[in-house]
């Protein structure tokens, strides 16, 4: 059976360091929303009506979010997903996908402190990585926000449903000690 694996956390939780080395020993096809959004092609209809909805100023509606996912969705590979779903209709609508697929669905929760996301941050600018906004107080207390309202709830979600292996990874631990938490979860 082919599996589905969720990564979930705030900022700075460690989220992509570890899609990373889930990709370097396992074959899947890797799903970050965000890279996505950053690299849609007008001459595609679907990506331009999300680029004309994201130039406008507006967040993209679940509708539109989930259109582009389904385009990159394959039943015949393992998947990998990092910043999606964001919220219960997006976690819905995949569960639904996956079920309808017969995949099974890991969801991997780097659960970190927002002071501690807060200091990743600000350590990712000193060091010269990091995106745009994490300069910015205002846009990552934005984006915490954001996590709490609505990823918080969306992790619960995922803890109610019977055919979701729920692994609750404590993402202070060091990369190594999270990797192997992970990856023996997923076993």
């Known amino acids: 059976m082919k599996e589905i694996i969720i990564l979930m956390g705030a900022m700075g939780s460690g989220k992509g360091t570890q899609a990373a080395m ?9 799903i970050e929303t965000g890279a996505i959004f950053r690299g849609l092609d007008r001459s595609n209809p679907v990506d331009a009506k999300i680029k004309d909805i994201m130039e406008s100023g507006a967040l993209v509606p679940d509708a539109e979010t989930c259109e582009l996912v389904e385009t990159r969705l394959t039943a015949d590979s393992d ?3 990092d910043g999606f779903p ?3 209709p997006q ?3 995949l569960m639904n996908w996956a079920r309808e697929h017969d995949m099974h669905v890991n969801v991997v929760h780097f ?10 941050a600000a350590k990712r600018v000193a060091q010269g990585a990091g995106r745009k906004d994490d300069v910015d107080p205002v846009a990552i207390e934005k984006r915490l926000n954001e996590y709490y309202t609505k990823a918080v709830p969306t992790l619960d979600w ?6 979701v292996n729920f692994i609750e990874i404590d993402a ?8 192997a ?7």
């Open 22 to 30: 889930l990709r370097d020993v396992r074959e899947c096809n890797y």
């Open 79 to 81: 998947m990998l997903f």
């Open 86 to 88: 964001r919220n219960i």
């Open 91 to 93: 976690a819905e609508w």
């Open 111 to 120: 659960n970190v402190p927002k002071e501690v996301a807060i200091e990743r």
């Open 158 to 163: 995922f803890k109610s449903q019977p055919d």
């Open 172 to 179: 202070r631990q060091t990369e190594a000690e999270i990797f």
């Open 181 to 187: 938490e992970m990856t023996a979860g997923l076993e």
